[in-house]
Nanobody, 120 residues
Framework: QVQLVESGGGLVQPGGSLRLSCAASGTILSVYAMRWYRQAPGKQRELVAGISGGVVADYADSVKGRFAISTDNAENTVALQMNTLKPEDTAVYYC??????????????WGRGTQVTVSS
């Protein structure tokens, strides 16, 4: 079994910063990619940022220049540094990972999410 556990969410004022972290644990042979998604009330879940092999794959246009994704492959963790936060960044943020657990078994795993609220 694989578990992804997010941390670091909370309430922040507009213009502030938060750092989210996600740790993968369990039976892990390889981690191919890690991503952050978010879902705001009444909206579909959207990809925020992704990283694979230490190379950032992409950022959503709405967060470019403000958010930065990073990973520690040795620890199977991924972080999302969020700066200059806006009220429209308010959402539940989910960690996602593409993980191989044993040879021939590779799948997508999700964390339970962490709430980020940007409000004055």
């Amino acid at each position: 079994q694989v578990q992804l556990v997010e941390s670091g969410g909370g309430l922040v004022q507009p213009g502030g910063s938060l750092r989210l972290s996600c740790a993968a644990s369990g039976t892990i042979l390889s981690v191919y990619a890690m991503r952050w998604y978010r879902q705001a009330p009444g909206k579909q879940r959207e990809l925020v940022a992704g990283i694979s092999g230490g190379v950032v794959a992409d950022y959503a246009d709405s967060v470019k220049g403000r958010f930065a994704i990073s990973t520690d492959n040795a620890e199977n963790t991924v972080a999302l540094q969020m700066n200059t936060l806006k009220p429209e960044d308010t959402a539940v943020y989910y960690c996602n990972a593409d993980i191989q657990t044993v040879p021939g078994a590779r799948g997508q795993y999700w964390g339970r999410g962490t709430q980020v609220t940007v409000s004055s």
